[in-house]
């Protein structure tokens, strides 16, 4: 099993199938700062629309998700409650396997999205469920951002191109039941 360190997160790159096994079931979300490698083209400049950039760019390997549930606490109050961070994913073959995946192998391993870096069933590691939080809440603020028109270059290019997939039915909206498939894969 080899290690990489990217940043803060620790990828542990294995082979096994049950490392594969997400692969195969549930590609991962990928965050705005995984886009320009992923997509191997630059964000648009200022003054180019993100329509404008769709239109000569191919996004066909990419949904909108819907975005896993997750659960806030009102700190102040106690009151537990549970939201979706929309996400961009990769997209799936009709066998629920990623569109990258091929041969046991991914191809775009060098680009992958982080949320593909960040889990490994073979090795489980709480600092990387607290970097999942971390990635999770960094998502809430960019579509907080997004609404009130402080996201960043990056992060405004995120919001729009989910949109616009969204808008043009190019979705996954099944993600409880992908998450079920992708758990009973690995336990």
């Not at 940043?7 to 965050?31: I, S, T």
């Not at 537990?80 to 994913?89: K, N, S």
């Not at 579509?143 to 960043?152: D, F, I, L, Q, Y």
Request: aromatic share 8%.
């Amino acid at each position: 099993m080899k290690r990489t360190n990217y940043g803060d997160l620790v990828r542990y790159e294995c082979n096994c199938d049950k490392c594969q096994h997400g692969c195969k079931v549930m590609p991962a979300y990928l965050l705005p700062q995984d886009l320009e490698g992923y997509l191997q083209k630059l964000i648009p400049r200022e003054g180019v629309s993100t329509a404008m950039w769709i239109k000569y760019n191919s996004v066909d390997d990419l949904l909108a998700s819907e975005g896993g549930l997750i659960k806030m606490i009102d700190r102040r109050t106690g009151a537990v409650t549970e939201a979706r961070v929309p996400t961009l994913v990769p997209a799936s073959r009709d066998d629920g396997s990623c569109v990258h995946y091929q041969d046991g192998r991914c191809g775009v391993h060098k680009h992958s999205p982080t949320g593909c870096k960040m889990f490994n069933a073979c090795a489980v590691d709480t600092r990387d469920e607290e970097l999942a939080k971390q990635y999770q809440i960094q998502l809430m603020q960019m579509w907080m951002n997004h609404s009130t028109g402080k996201a960043s270059e990056e992060e405004e290019f995120y919001c729009r191109l989910w949109e616009i997939l969204w808008d043009r039915g190019m979705r996954r909206e099944n993600v409880e039941e992908i998450t079920d498939r992708y758990k009973e894969g690995v336990a």
